[in-house]
C-alpha cells in the first residue's frame, strides 16, 4: 500500500480490489525484494505523511500497525498496543459521523484511556474495553462472536456487533 500511494496508483481507502492487485503484483517476490521495496519507498511515504493534511492518508498508519499485530500473532509475540488510542478513534471517531438513525445507539469506551464514542442517540447500550481491543474488534481484527463476547451493558447487543466492524469481521477468532 505504501509503495503504491507513493507511486500514485491508489490513494486511501483501498478495496479488495486494489488488494487482490498488490498481492498478485508481489506474488513473484520474495520477503527480501519486498522489504527492498519498502525501504526505497519509505522516504518519500514519511513525507507524503508528513505534509498531507486529509486524514485518508493516516488510514496507512492504521493499516501498517494491525498488520504488524497480525504478524506478532502469527509468530507468538505479544501484541503492540503503543497508539491504540489513537488508532481506535480513526475508525470509531468515523462511524460516530455515519453511524444511521436506523441502527441502535451504542456508547463505546476505552477503559484504559477514558475515551468515548456515541454511535447514535441516546444509547441505552455500552461497549467497553481497552483501547486497543476496540481498534481490532471495529477494524476486522475480531470476529462477531469476540464481539459479542466483549464487556456490553444495557441490552442485548446482537443487532449491533455485527454492524461495528468496519472492515469484514473474521469467521474464525483471531487473539493478538
Given at each position: 500500500l505504501g509503495a503504491d500511494v507513493v507511486?500514485?496508483?491508489?490513494?486511501?481507502?483501498?478495496?479488495d480490489e486494489v488488494t487482490a492487485r498488490q498481492v498478485a503484483d508481489r506474488a513473484h517476490l520474495d520477503i527480501g525484494a519486498i522489504t527492498d521495496q519498502w525501504r526505497e519507498s519509505a522516504p518519500a511515504l514519511l513525507e507524503l505523511l508528513r505534509t498531507r493534511t486529509r486524514r485518508r492518508y493516516a488510514l496507512?498508519?492504521?493499516?501498517?500497525?494491525?498488520h504488524e499485530n497480525d504478524l506478532r500473532g502469527a509468530l507468538g509475540l505479544a501484541a503492540l498496543t503503543e497508539d491504540a488510542d489513537q488508532l481506535a478513534d480513526f475508525p470509531l471517531g468515523g462511524l460516530?459521523?455515519?453511524?444511521?438513525?436506523?441502527r441502535p445507539a451504542v456508547r463505546v469506551v476505552a477503559t484504559d484511556t477514558g475515551q468515548e464514542?456515541?454511535?447514535g442517540e441516546d444509547p441505552r447500550l455500552t461497549l467497553r474495553?481497552?483501547?486497543y481491543e476496540l481498534a481490532r474488534a471495529v477494524t476486522g481484527r475480531r470476529?462477531?462472536?469476540?464481539?459479542l463476547a466483549m464487556d456490553w451493558t444495557?441490552?442485548?447487543?446482537?443487532?449491533?456487533a455485527p454492524l461495528l466492524p468496519t472492515l469484514p469481521a473474521p469467521e474464525a477468532d483471531l487473539t493478538v
Open positions: 507511486s500514485g496508483a491508489v490513494t486511501p481507502p483501498v478495496g496507512l498508519a492504521l493499516d501498517l500497525w494491525h460516530a459521523k455515519v453511524w444511521s438513525a436506523d464514542w456515541v454511535l474495553g481497552t483501547a470476529g462477531v462472536r469476540q464481539i444495557g441490552g442485548d447487543p446482537a443487532t449491533v
